[in-house]
Structure formats: structure tokens, C-alpha cells
């Protein structure tokens, strides 16, 4: 067998490979959505998403569950944004270059891909005990912005130096602040990237459990929180509490639940592809 | 802005003979006083000093990485932001050093305008790339800023274009169209001083040309800087030539002299295309 004829086999061989594997990671994917689908849609009702949890499993809803999601994500979106933002133009535009700067930035990147339990430890013992806190949705909410902010000023970053020098240029040349160039151009210019990262971002949040187990979200709230400092349980811990049980009842409710909780993250992603789409058509270079 | 300095001899380090630029005694707008440029420890610019005078068209030429953009990105201190830049001597424009410290780099741009190689529009209407330079130094009368759009539009000799389409996207239009944006942006905060940085390097001949007239009736207005790659461009347009060489400034004189014939015999084998 000649040259030639050995590298195309070789690239046969990688592409069927590469085809292999993707399939049988959506296959996977789809027997899954479709087992949960095919065990929770039964229970799908309006009932479902209105009623508060109980100990039978016929009539417990979700409501204190998502009520609880939409005040953790709330908060976490109100504390990371602008946090997770303003360190990433921080470090982007302002921050000096140098070995404090770089020690940094590995840092933040690390951070990234530190386990969401340690977060939750964190909390636990910073907002929890040491803030006196308690058990709140506040400090659920500051855990999983803690647990987000390095992919968002990782995001954020990255958004800002996509956008080409020669704005920059443009806008100093006209004489323009270092933040009038930032605020008139360079944010304008990356905000969908910015906006993208941040969707992504919370919808990591949404699905966490562990460090919310470990802040102290509860698995049985019988009232939807009125305010920040009220306890709460939250979608996935609801699951979690569900799964665990031993009737069939409720694990039909767990399946049901997943069904809201990925209703929800798709539609968050499908909102940060649209808004990655409509800011790029509008900023051709 | 005053004359103190009219009866001043140009300066010409490294060139012997003192060509007449200043033939009827009008001011010096820009002056560079034995300047030397660093990025670390390369010198991009090697003690030049040179004098130009009001309502002129000064072009550099040489050959890639001479130093031409360094040097010009120096009137506006564009080079402020580069890491690694630093630099020796002054730079003066109307008898006032715009290095020192007292010198505010935001008020200084808004007389030293730049027109870039590139068009860089910002991704925004025609009309708010024009309004922007006002916008940013607080101007709220929106009359007043429409005025001036559209005067400035006239003055880049872009308005009868556009006229129709103020609100289109500044990213739509042609590649000349956007450089003459581009300068109308930056005529709109009303500099005394043009800095040009090839302006015409990536466009058609015909839309050069367009900007090559252009650049012609704005010499009535503005002191103007040109670099050029373009050897006839510099011939076409410009009063004084000033050729650069390894961050050497060869010679500086009158652009007709310059051309047909210099002093220096690595001038003229720039110009005559044996090298470079
Ligand atoms: N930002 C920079 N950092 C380091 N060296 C630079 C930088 N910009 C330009 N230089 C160097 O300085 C010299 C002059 O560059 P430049 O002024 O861009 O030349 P020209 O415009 O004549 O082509 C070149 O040798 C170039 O490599
Ligand atoms: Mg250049």
C-alpha cells in the first residue's frame, strides 16, 4: 500500500471515528429527553405548576420550586452582571500589565473549573455562617454568582477584544476619553458576545444543586419566598428530593420537573444564540 | 495661533542645504525638535527635526517600517498607548509643546485630526459617525450638530452622495465612500491640523483620486500631514516631500525639488524606484 493510499484511509478512518462519536453522544441525549418525556408528560398540568409541594404525590407542585429558581436567578443575574462586567473591562482596559495582572487572570480561569460543591462550602461559610445570612435566597444567590463570575469576565473579555483596534483608534483620534471609547464603542461593539457569555453563565447557574444543598436550600418549603432573606428550594434540588424517593409517583413528578427545568435552559439558550446572531449581522466589519 | 516665530530658519538636521519652505513667511504650525523614538530598545526615529508650515501639504515617504507612521502618529500622540514607545525631544504645534505635562491628550486630538489607512467607520449611521466627535465633547444642540454634519459631509465632498441616506448604515457604503466619512468625522470637530496615514493605500484609483482632490481643497483650511506610499501621490499633492530612511530623515524640501532633483543619492534612487 503506497502513501497516498494509507493517508486516505487514515482520513476515512477519522472521519467515520468522528462521525461515531457524535452520534452516539446525540443518541444518548435523545433517549434520554425522550425517556423523560415519555415518563413526566402525563403529569405536565397547569395544577403541576401552580400547587405547592405535598406529601402526596398526586397534588405536589412545582410552584414554591420555580418561584424560588426565578428569585435565586433574579438576584444571581442583579449580583453577577454588573460584577462579573465591570471586572472584565476592568481587566481588559484599565488593569496594568504585569505579573499581579497575569497571576490573575490564570486564576480567574481556574476558577472556572473548580467544582461547584467547593463553592457552595464557600458560601456556607462565608454568607451562611460568617454574614449570618442563613439559609436564604441571598445567599444562594451570592454562592452562584460567586460560581459564575469567572465565566463571565472570561466572556466578557474575550466579547471586548474581539472588536477591532481601529475603532478604538477612530474613537481616540477624535479625541474621546478612554470611557467614552469604552461606553460608545467598545461596549456597544461587544455586547452580544458580553450578553451571550452571561445567558450561558446562568444557565449553568439554573441547574445547580450541589451548592445550593449545601447553602442550605431546603427540600420541603410549603410557601413561595416574599423576600431575599426567606429560605427556598429551588428546581433541581426539587428534582433531586423527588428522584430520591422510593414511590413511582414521584419520580414521575421528578420527570415532569426536568421537562420544566430544561423547558427553561433551552429557551435561555435559544435567547443567547438569537442575540449572538443579531449583534453579529449588525456589526459586520 | 501667534507668529512669534515667523522670522524662524526651518530646521534640517541632517540635510545640509535649507530649502525655502516657508516662502512667504507664514507661521510654522508643527514643529519636531530632535526627536527620537523607541519601542524598547529598537529607535524607530533617529534625531529628526523638521518644520512645517500653516495651510501646507507635507507628505513622508520611504520604504516600509522607515518610520513614516511613527513619526506622524507622533502629532497626535497616537504612540501614547504603545507599549514600549518612549521618546526624546519636543514636538510643537503652535510654539506649544504637546508633550508637556500641562497638555490635556483629549483637547489636543480634537485639533490634530487623523484619517487612517484603513476606513474605520464606527459601526453606526453616516449621521452619528460625523456627530460622534461633538457628541463626545458634550454638544447637546441638535441643530447645531446637524448643521455641522451635514456641513462637513459637504466639505468631504461626500454629500451629494448620500444626501437621502443619512441614516444608513456608515458600513454600507463603498470603500472611498467610508474614507471620505472618515474625514468628514474628522473635520467635524473643526481641527487646524490633518494627520494622514495612507488614506488612499487600500482604495481604487478613482476614489484616490477623489481623495487626492480632496486632500487639495483642504489645504486651504488645514495644515496637512500625508504619508504616502505612493510616489506620485506625493509628487500630485503635496507642497514639501520629506523623505524618511531606516528612521533617518534622508531630506526634506520642496516636493518639486525633491522629484525632479535631490540632493541625496539614496533620494533619488527611492523615487526613481532602484530601491525600496
Ligand atoms: N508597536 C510597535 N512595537 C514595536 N515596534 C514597532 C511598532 N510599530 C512599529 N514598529 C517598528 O518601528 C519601525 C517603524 O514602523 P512604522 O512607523 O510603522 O513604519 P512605516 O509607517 O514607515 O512603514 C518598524 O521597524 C516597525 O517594525
Ligand atoms: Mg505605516
Not at chain 2, 52 to 66: D, L, M, R, Y
Not at chain 2, 103 to 118: A, D, S, Y
Not at chain 2, 238 to 250: C, E, I, K, P, Q
Request: hydrophobic fraction near 45%.
Amino acid at each position: 500500500m503506497n502513501n497516498a493510499k494509507f493517508n486516505r484511509l487514515k482520513d476515512k478512518a477519522f472521519k467515520y471515528t468522528g462521525i461515531i462519536a457524535s452520534i452516539s453522544g446525540i443518541v444518548v441525549l435523545a433517549i434520554f429527553i425522550g425517556f423523560v418525556i415519555y415518563m413526566g408528560v402525563q403529569r405536565l398540568s397547569w395544577d403541576f405548576i401552580v400547587q405547592l409541594p405535598s406529601r402526596f404525590a398526586e397534588e405536589s407542585g412545582i410552584y414554591t420550586a420555580w418561584m424560588g429558581t426565578v428569585w435565586i436567578m433574579v438576584f444571581t443575574t442583579l449580583i453577577s452582571f454588573p460584577l462579573g462586567v465591570g471586572a472584565g473591562i476592568y481587566l481588559e482596559e484599565y488593569a496594568p500589565e504585569n505579573r499581579w495582572s497575569k497571576f490573575l487572570e490564570i486564576n480567574i480561569s481556574n476558577l472556572a473549573s473548580v467544582p461547584s460543591i467547593i463553592y457552595g462550602l464557600l458560601g456556607l461559610g462565608v454568607f451562611v455562617r460568617m454574614m449570618q445570612m442563613g439559609n436564604s435566597i441571598l445567599a444562594g444567590a451570592l454562592t452562584l454568582s460567586l460560581l459564575i463570575l469567572p465565566i463571565i469576565i472570561v466572556s466578557t473579555r474575550e466579547a471586548i477584544k474581539a472588536v477591532p483596534s481601529s475603532i478604538r483608534d477612530a474613537s481616540n483620534a477624535l479625541g474621546a476619553s478612554k470611557w467614552q471609547t469604552i461606553w460608545h464603542q467598545i461596549l456597544p461593539a461587544s455586547f452580544g458576545g458580553i450578553l451571550t457569555g452571561v445567558i450561558l453563565a446562568l444557565s449553568r447557574a439554573i441547574g445547580e444543586t450541589a451548592p445550593l444543598i449545601v447553602v442550605g436550600a431546603l427540600v420541603y418549603v410549603p410557601f413561595a419566598p416574599q423576600n431575599p432573606l426567606d429560605e427556598f428550594t429551588v428546581l433541581p434540588v426539587q428534582i433531586y428530593n423527588w428522584v430520591s424517593r422510593p414511590q413511582e409517583e414521584f419520580i414521575i413528578n421528578a420527570a415532569a420537573a426536568i421537562i420544566v427545568l430544561l423547558g427553561i435552559t433551552f429557551i435561555m439558550n435559544g435567547i443567547a444564540v438569537y442575540l449572538r446572531n443579531k449583534w453579529q449581522s449588525k456589526m459586520e466589519w | 495661533m501667534d507668529s512669534e516665530t515667523t522670522s524662524q530658519q526651518p530646521k534640517t538636521s541632517q540635510v545640509e542645504t535649507k530649502p525655502k519652505l516657508n516662502p512667504n513667511n507664514r507661521s510654522f504650525k508643527l514643529q519636531a525638535e530632535n526627536i527620537d523614538v523607541f519601542y524598547d530598545d529598537f529607535q524607530a526615529i533617529k534625531d529628526i527635526s523638521l518644520d512645517i508650515v500653516e495651510n501646507s501639504i507635507t507628505a513622508f515617504i520611504g520604504p516600509s517600517g522607515c518610520g513614516k507612521s511613527t513619526f506622524l502618529r507622533l502629532f497626535n500622540r497616537m504612540n501614547d498607548n504603545i507599549d514600549g514607545f518612549h521618546m526624546n525631544g519636543k514636538i510643537l504645534i503652535d510654539n506649544k509643546n504637546i508633550y508637556d505635562e500641562s497638555i490635556k491628550v483629549e483637547e489636543l486630538r480634537k485639533k490634530v485630526g487623523m484619517v487612517f489607512q484603513k476606513p474605520n467607520p464606527f459601526p453606526k449611521s453616516i449621521y452619528e459617525n460625523v456627530a460622534y466627535g461633538l457628541r463626545i465633547q458634550g454638544v447637546k444642540d441638535e441643530e447645531f450638530i446637524e448643521n455641522r454634519v451635514i456641513e462637513s459631509l459637504k466639505q468631504a465632498t461626500l454629500y451629494s452622495e448620500i444626501e437621502d441616506n443619512l441614516d444608513k448604515q456608515a458600513l454600507s457604503l463603498s470603500g472611498g465612500q467610508q474614507q471620505r466619512l472618515c474625514i468628514a468625522r474628522a473635520l467635524a470637530v473643526k481641527p487646524s491640523v490633518l494627520l494622514m496615514d495612507e488614506p488612499t493605500s487600500a482604495l481604487d484609483p478613482i476614489s484616490s483620486g477623489k481623495i487626492e482632490d480632496l486632500i487639495h481643497e483642504l489645504k486651504k483650511e488645514f495644515t496637512i500631514v500625508i504619508v504616502t506610499h505612493n510616489m506620485q501621490q506625493a509628487a500630485r499633492v503635496s507642497d514639501n516631500t520629506a523623505f524618511l530612511y531606516m528612521g533617518n530623515l534622508v531630506e526634506y524640501g520642496d516636493t518639486q525639488k525633491i522629484f525632479t532633483n535631490p540632493e541625496k543619492d539614496r533620494t533619488q534612487n527611492y523615487i526613481t524606484g532602484r530601491f525600496g
